[in-house]
């Protein structure tokens, strides 16, 4: 699993990175929505070629119960996941 693997090159687009500062997250919050949260949603395809983007959601340690939404895109074949959005499900 890409997720829990510590060989994993993680990509953040500059929306994430603005999103995890105003949402006071850390990367280890997304790392544990990945291994624990949920995907209800059938994969989209990407704007990339040959990928799939997914939602995962759930609460982490730092989103104070409340649900945190996960956009990734996962190269299993280059160990990245990148990560294309985040945010509070209920906003």
């Known amino acids: 699993m890409l997720a829990i693997d510590d060989k ?18 850390l990367i280890a919050d997304i790392r544990y929505l990945l291994k624990f949260g949920y995907v209800y949603d059938d994969a989209e395809e990407s704007t990339k070629n040959g990928f799939w983007k997914y939602k995962v959601e759930g ?4 989103s104070e119960t409340r649900t945190l939404l996960v956009v990734i895109i996962p190269d299993f074949q ?13 906003n």
């Open 59 to 62: 609460t982490t340690p730092n």
């Open 78 to 90: 280059h160990r990245t996941i990148e990560m294309v959005t985040v945010h509070w499900k209920d």
């Open 8 to 25: 994993t090159k993680w990509v953040l687009t500059g929306r994430v990175k603005e999103r995890f500062q105003e949402r006071n997250l």
